[in-house]
């Protein structure tokens, strides 16, 4: 059902998600327009203007939201207008890495939004699923400092222990040196202190004072509750015999849109949760990002940027999880 008292994010989502599950990859305005008229009139609810104004303002709203995907995400933007712009068409056989992820985002964002699934069983996403996303994240991040990026969030694919992973990229960094022994103390099985992505720049003297990212990757709906900003002094403090002198700046990697409130715009939205969070990779920023980064990694410039292969996983995970959409047909 249209979510129709959701915001204009949430019914874009919807709206992609119906265009992925139709016949011919498509979704027409105007159905949507005669669903959100049918939606209205069976709402009690007074609308204050004419139901024409009114669905005029809706269809506006909705096409705009649209056109700034598009306008930032680019090509990683896995929809088009038709010819005549009376359709929203699925570019299944335009899909590159950037456009797979943003819609390996689409899923990861609502797979428990009952506004937008009547029935979301036909897909889960275990933990397994959700590591892919920092995978995901990781490209981001090397796309976004256009050099190294490691993925350092527990379970390691490597299997590496804590110290040892922990090392290993420091020696790689030059800059900052870990502790041999840990701090009398300090967790005696540590994992990854919070920091699920260590990423940095490159200088071309090899010297510290560069772009130095520091992670967290958060696919749930909790996310607004994990920060790392009030974590990095501390890890550094305890886990480093010399603390790099590169000035580390936080991230936070999610799937999903940001949603402002009535009274504010994105841009306000992001302004106050970078505050909290630092740098926010949502998903108008990572498809883009990530794209840039597994295109980094295939050059000659001696990067190290961990699980690129695990993007034929991503690839392989959206296709059958929209087959099943498809034969699911959540939509009435």
Not at 73 to 90: G, H, T, V
Not at 135 to 155: D, I, L, N, Q, R
Request: net charge negative; hydrophobic share 35%; charged share 25%.
């Amino acid at each position: 059902m249209l979510p129709l008292d959701r915001s204009s994010q949430e019914i874009c989502d919807w709206f992609e998600l119906y265009a992925l599950s139709s016949e011919y990859h498509s979704a027409n305005f105007a159905e949507l327009a005669r669903m959100w008229d049918k939606r209205r009139n069976s709402e009690d609810v007074d609308f204050e203007g004419s139901a024409s104004t009114q669905e005029d303002f809706f269809l506006e709203e909705i096409y705009q939201t649209i056109r700034e995907r598009m306008e930032f995400l680019k090509d990683c933007y896995p929809f088009r207008f038709s010819e005549n712009d009376e359709e929203l068409i699925y570019d299944k056989d335009d899909l590159n890495n950037g456009s797979v992820i943003y819609l390996f985002c689409l899923f990861l964002s609502n797979t428990n939004n009952d506004d937008i699934f009547d029935d979301a069983s036909f897909f889960e996403i275990n933990n397994k699923v959700r590591d892919l996303f920092q995978a995901c994240a990781t490209w981001a991040a090397a796309g976004e400092v256009e050099g190294h990026a490691y993925s350092f969030g527990f379970p390691r694919p490597d299997h590496s222990g804590f110290l040892v992973k922990l090392t290993a990229i420091y020696q790689h960094f030059s800059d900052g040196k870990v502790r041999n022994t840990p701090l009398p103390g300090s967790s005696v099985s540590p994992k990854d202190e919070e920091i699920d992505i260590i990423a940095w720049r490159p200088r071309q003297d090899n010297a510290a004072g560069t772009y130095y990212l520091l992670g967290q990757v958060a696919s749930g709906h909790n996310w607004p509750d994990k920060s790392i900003m009030g974590t990095i002094d501390a890890f550094h403090e305890t886990w480093f015999e010399i603390q790099p002198a590169s000035k580390s700046i936080s991230a936070m990697f999610i799937p999903f849109n940001i949603i402002p409130n009535r009274a504010e715009t994105r841009e306000d939205k992001i302004s106050i949760l970078t505050r909290k969070f630092g740098s926010i990779f949502y998903r108008y920023r990572i498809p883009f990002f990530a794209k840039r980064g597994l295109e980094i990694s295939k050059t000659d410039r001696g990067l190290t940027i961990e699980r690129t292969a695990e993007i034929d996983n991503i690839f392989g995970w959206v296709r059958g999880v929209i087959e099943k959409f498809r034969k699911a047909c959540v939509y009435s």
